[in-house]
């Protein structure tokens, strides 16, 4: 049992608001992971996914763009967005938002304004000040969970505030097994290696390793598949393909769990590499190599 799982056991008999951002289908891998463990746990839960909520309650949608905003604008307005009443816990699932790059903090902005005890599962942070650290300084009670010690490591650095204590757990994707997953996967006849590679602000990929893997790849199919067709489709291509080369952290660790050889290459900051040396070093089919290039860690 790791650390969030005996924290969730600890919390056996609240019933848990988690708070699901949206994202892509590795965002569902992490939802998935976590749902198991719960269900195993026996927690009463609910999930709200806000971006499927956005869509479907458009002034909800709105809402939550224009907090978004107003985080990076650093204004102070903030709307609401959860409905908190009844739960004991607010649970936001893991992932790699929670930082600079992306929104997380808006949603604990929100989050601060429901007089509950706050949770994250297991993240990659990364912030360029203490404006985080500050947000969190009103004494609730928050629990950090960091996927990797460099996370870990960047929280305690910027300062955590007396309430607020930081945790290292695996992603909750790694609580899934293939067994989850054969329902989603359809066989196909082709052989092909599968090159995943972001095109957002998260990649970092050199020129000269993005050619050398395209030389490499034996008929590669070229795509980044994280937002692509259905759950079911992303599933698929990954367990048909021979080989991933990948910076797409949850492209990797599906096809690690699905004993996939895997090359993890490295993204804008230590998240993958991270990631890598904490959790999927330990499956024999996968490798790591830096943005550059470089060598395994």
Known sequence: MDNFERFLHSHGDDRILVISPGGNHGDTLIHMGLEKKLRELGIEFEAVNLEREGWRRPLLGLKYLMNIASWRLGLRWIFKLL????????????????????????????????????????????????????????GRSITLFCR??????????????????????????????????????EPVENDYDLICLRDDRESAISRDLRRSILNEAANPIVMDISKRGSFKDFVS???????????????????????????????????????????????????????DGGGQP
């Open 83 to 138: 409905d908190a009443e009844g739960f004991d816990l607010l649970l936001f699932e893991g992932g790699g938002y929670m930082n600079d790059l992306w929104y997380g903090p808006a949603l604990m902005k929100e989050a601060l304004r429901h007089d509950k005890p706050i949770v994250v599962a297991p993240q990659s942070y990364w912030f360029r000040d203490g404006g985080f650290m500050e947000l969190l300084r009103g």
């Open 148 to 185: 990797e010690p460099y996370s870990h490591r960047h929280l305690t650095e910027i300062g955590i505030p007396p309430s607020v204590e930081v945790l290292l757990a695996e992603d909750t994707a790694l609580y899934l097994e293939a067994e989850d997953l054969e329902g989603y996967i």
């Open 237 to 291: 291509i990954i367990a048909n393909a021979d080989r991933v080369y990948t910076d797409r952290l949850h492209v990797a660790i599906l096809a690690a769990i699905l004993g996939k050889e895997t090359l993890l290459i490295g993204n804008r900051y230590h998240k993958n590499r991270g990631v890598y040396e904490y959790s999927l070093r330990r499956f024999p089919w996968v490798s790591y190599v830096e943005a």
